[in-house]
């Protein structure tokens, strides 16, 4: 079989679809290269000293990992100086990092949850890297929070790397998504599966059921009759899978079908759900949109929401078309 690798692969959709310019292909190249090392320093473990604490704080007012803090440092050191960039904006930082002075400025915004799925990073679970690619507005001169506030329909790129068993990078640039495995032995991404389509038919579906009390009365119905199995109105026994990872889940997903759920819950009025919309929800919905899924909030299409702060929260249900449909309609009796 024919190898083909990410650059080859980026150069042969601009030539068909026109898609990705010089520019873009960098960007998307770098990020390539940055999750390549940060699936390095995960797979060192104790031997790179990369677990436990950060002893530090984000945001959002969780706990950092040490593997946070150094994914995110990869990533903005690799992302600074290419010229490609107007600035970045992480899960892992309170406000956006524009490019400094002494490096030209490009015209992209890039996103990123830097490694996800914390709770699983000391004990040798899957995780990843999730990223989200926007044009900064025309007349941009200093770039501010303001500039990424745009819904998730204007995403030029979004991809995710998964660190499992094999180091995997699906990319959509709004042409279908595609899967690239990481040869370790050359260090080179090499293009596995195309066009991935999320199958239709489903038997599976992934939400913490340890909320189950907390949820609201249209995800409770739902969830329900999924249990209810053959002999509730599904008519058919479904399966849970949570590994507690987004980037697993959604991974599984794309290839297997099923519904992915993060709903919001009557804890906390101020927290409308647990993920957070520009870097995780976006670039998920882009992609699951592109492999024939759908995205909602419950309410309406993710990529619609025009967002209002860097780190909003939203209630996510992701995956197979039927299921996300079935869901959201259930928000509306
Ligand atoms: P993180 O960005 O702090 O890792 O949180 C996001 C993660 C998702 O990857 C995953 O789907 C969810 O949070 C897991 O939540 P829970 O701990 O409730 O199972
Ligand atoms: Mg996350």
């Given at each position: ?13 601009q ?12 960007l ?55 010229g ?113 389509q ?30 209810a ?6 008519g ?10 987004m ?15 993060y ?7 101020s ?40 780190h ?19 928000h509306?009796?």
């Amino acid at each position: 079989m024919k190898r083909i690798g990410l650059t080859q692969h980026l150069i042969g959709e601009q030539r068909l679809h026109n898609n990705i310019p010089a520019e873009l292909r960098l960007l998307l190249e770098v990020v390539a290269r940055a999750c390549k090392t940060i699936s390095h320093a995960v797979g060192k473990g104790a031997l790179g000293d990369v677990l436990g604490s950060a002893h530090s704080e984000n945001v959002q007012g969780e706990v950092q990992k040490k593997l946070d803090v150094l994914s995110n440092e990869i990533l903005l050191e690799a992302n600074e100086w290419g010229g490609h960039l107007a600035a970045m904006a992480s899960e892992e930082m309170e406000t956006i990092h524009p490019i400094p002075n002494r490096y030209p400025m490009g015209e992209y915004l890039l996103l990123f949850d830097p490694l996800d799925g914390s709770s699983n990073i000391d004990v040798n679970v899957s995780i990843g890297t999730i990223f989200s690619v926007l044009r900064a507005p025309d007349a941009m001169v200093a770039p501010t929070e303001q500039d990424f506030l745009q819904p998730g329909s204007r995403q030029v790129a979004a991809g995710y790397a998964l660190y499992g068993p094999q180091t995997l990078l699906v990319l959509t640039t709004g042409h279908g998504v595609n899967c690239f495995t990481l040869d370790r032995e050359m260090g080179s991404w090499v293009l596995t599966q195309r066009q991935m389509q999320i199958p239709e038919e489903t038997k599976e579906f992934a939400i913490n059921a340890s909320n189950t009390r907390h949820w609201h009365p249209p995800v409770t119905r739902y969830v329900d009759e999924l249990l209810a199995g053959s002999t509730g109105p599904r008519g058919k026994d479904f399966n849970m899978r949570w590994v507690a990872s987004m980037v697993a889940d959604v991974h599984r997903i794309l290839n297997r079908g099923g519904i992915f759920m993060y709903p919001g819950d009557s804890r906390d009025p101020s927290m409308p759900g647990k993920l957070r919309l520009m870097y995780e929800a976006n670039p998920m919905a882009f992609i699951v949109e592109q492999a024939g899924g759908a995205a909602t909030d419950g309410r309406q299409r993710i990529m619609d929401i025009q967002p209002e702060k860097l780190h909003q929260r939203l209630p996510v249900f992701l995956g197979s078309a039927r299921e996300v449909d079935l869901v959201t309609g259930y928000h509306a009796v």
